[in-house]
């Protein structure tokens, strides 16, 4: 199993840009989920997903689109890319949405995508 | 509003004492909490768990202690390793897998 993969791995946009951050799990995970990271304000949930077809909002959602036709896939768009989207985006999956027997199964994470925005 | 919160930005231990990392939260909803561990250009992993229901829960080296009343958990790691030297992040959830992460802790193991 690949896991979680993300590509690319870095990317630079100008302001405006459009671009699609790809993610796909190979684990039939029914739930998938975006975050980004920035300097002292931990992982913030962007948009996530509890199935194919079914998509919802975070906490950071302006400026982001999800859609998941798919079970094993889960891109991120900008539409328009600002600075302010500077950031590491990490894409995670995990087999359930919510408890299983007292328990979260736990979310495994891709190793991100670096994204610059000048 | 940060509602998980990771106060030390750093910890530095030497190789073979204990590690302790805490961290606080301010939402009497959150009833899981999760440790994970992160590398450099590698996304987090999931290190340990626990429910409101307990107050403690060990796997090994690493024991997560939870004081509800006062909105605190903490990870202990005995003995600390040089491996252990990463990026350590708290985060609670109300009931769901959107979980809310703290800013993380960098630990750094020293020989």
């Known amino acids: 199993n690949a896991g979680v993969t993300q590509t690319p791995k870095f990317q630079v946009l100008k302001t405006g840009q459009s671009m699609t951050l790809q993610c796909a799990q190979d684990?039939?995970?029914?739930?998938m989920s975006w975050y980004r990271q920035d300097p002292g304000m931990g992982l913030r949930l962007i948009h996530y997903?509890?199935?194919?077809?079914?998509?919802d909002q975070g906490e950071v959602p302006n400026g982001y689109n999800v859609s998941r036709s798919t079970t094993e896939d889960f891109p991120l768009r900008l539409l328009s890319a600002a600075p302010s989207q500077t950031s590491v985006y990490f894409c995670?999956?995990?087999?359930?949405?919510?408890?299983?027997?007292?328990?979260?199964?736990?979310?495994?994470f891709g190793n991100g995508t670096r994204l610059t925005v000048t | 509003d940060q509602q998980v919160k990771q106060n030390s930005p750093s910890l530095s231990v030497q190789e073979g004492r204990i590690s302790i990392l805490n961290c606080d939260y301010t939402?009497?909803?959150?009833?899981?909490f999760l440790w994970y561990k992160k590398y450099p250009a590698e996304g987090p992993t999931f290190l340990i768990s626990i429910s409101s229901i307990k107050d403690k829960n060990e796997d090994g080296r690493f024991t997560v202690f939870l004081n509800k009343s006062a909105k605190h958990l903490s990870l202990h790691i005995v003995p600390s390793q040089p491996g252990d030297s990463a990026v350590y992040f708290c985060?609670?959830?109300?009931?769901?897998?959107?979980?809310?992460f703290g800013q993380g802790t960098r630990l750094t193991i020293n020989p």
């Open positions: 684990m039939n995970h029914e739930y």
């Open positions: 997903s509890v199935g194919a077809g079914i998509t």
């Open positions: 995670a999956s995990s087999y359930s949405s919510g408890l299983l027997g007292g328990s979260f199964s736990p979310l495994h």
């Open positions: 939402n009497s909803m959150f009833d899981y």
């Open positions: 985060a609670a959830s109300a009931g769901a897998q959107k979980l809310v």
